[in-house]
């Protein structure tokens, strides 16, 4: 009609919903599936919620909380999603980091995502990008940590099976796993993280993962096992030139943290 601007399809339909900070919190499982749930759900809402919490991290809040189910379909899709859509690196990337001890690990992975999604495979590649940036943070530190326990765990004999001690910051078990398992082909061993509880058991060449309910009391050492303890630690003391000691240098090579756990290191 003349004198009357026309009506288009695009001007009466909804606006496309954006992407938007949520004031709520998401509570999941801890497992990775549970995690690939939140993303589902974030992308379902078009939300970043303001925090995602397992049962273990759960505190008071005056945010409301949302409890995200975990459905193995849904992860299976979500995950599916990330080699189709963003390659085999940010998969990798993302798969890898998940294993990072950061207590805000989900929502920086979360944020990527949604960039990722919205720009495409070559995201990854934006490290200087403050949503980008956090993930090689992490891998970091987990390729750092991994690195070090490679040559500082301990093992020791228990009833014909060797164990070991270990309290890394990142649940790094299962990057510890071929490793170990490929130097130790034809032993009986365990280690076990102290700090995530689980447990990596290679038994009849056989590697299982497994997360305990609660801490695992290991036996004391056998005395030929002490015995075998007191010689490595006298080696360490004797093999050392006290008049070169030097304590830092000692400490950037093998941090303190990694000490409770090594025999040679018990009285410095």
């Known amino acids: 009609m003349s004198g009357q601007s026309a ?24 497992s990775f599936e549970g995690f690939l749930c939140c993303v589902f759900e974030s992308f379902l809402q078009h939300e970043i919620p303001f925090a995602i ?63 990722a999604f919205a720009l495409g495979p070559g995201t990854v590649k934006r490290m200087g990008h403050p949503d980008v940036a956090p993930l090689y943070e992490m891998k970091k530190s987990l390729d750092w940590e991994v690195d ?18 270990i309290h890394p910051k990142n649940y790094i078990l299962p990057l510890l796993r071929g490793h170990f398992c490929g130097r130790f082909p034809e032993e009986n061993f365990m280690i076990y993280d102290a700090v995530h509880q689980a447990v990596l058991l290679y038994q009849n060449h056989k590697a299982t993962l497994t997360e305990l309910a609660a801490p695992l009391e290991l036996p004391p050492p056998s005395a030929r096992e002490q015995e075998f303890q007191a010689l490595w630690k006298q080696f360490y003391d004797t093999l050392e030139i006290k008049a070169r000691h030097n304590e830092t240098g000692r400490m950037s090579h093998c941090p303190k943290r990694f000490w409770q756990d090594m025999p040679e290191m018990q009285g410095c």
């Open 53 to 115: 919490w397992t049962p273990e991290r759960e505190t008071a809040t005056l945010y409301p909380i949302r409890e995200i189910a975990t459905d193995h379909a849904r992860a299976q899709r979500v995950f599916a999603s990330f080699g189709k859509k963003l390659g085999a690196e940010t998969e990798s990337l993302v798969t890898r980091d998940f294993l990072s001890g950061r207590e805000d690990k989900e929502l920086l992975l979360l944020r990527f995502l949604h960039l």
């Open 7 to 30: 009506v288009t399809p695009a001007a009466i339909s909804p606006a496309p919903r954006r992407l938007h900070d949520a004031d709520l919190v998401y509570l999941y499982d801890g």
């Open 148 to 165: 070090k326990f490679q040559g500082f765990v301990r093992f020791t004999e228990y009833d014909g099976m060797l164990g070991a001690v």
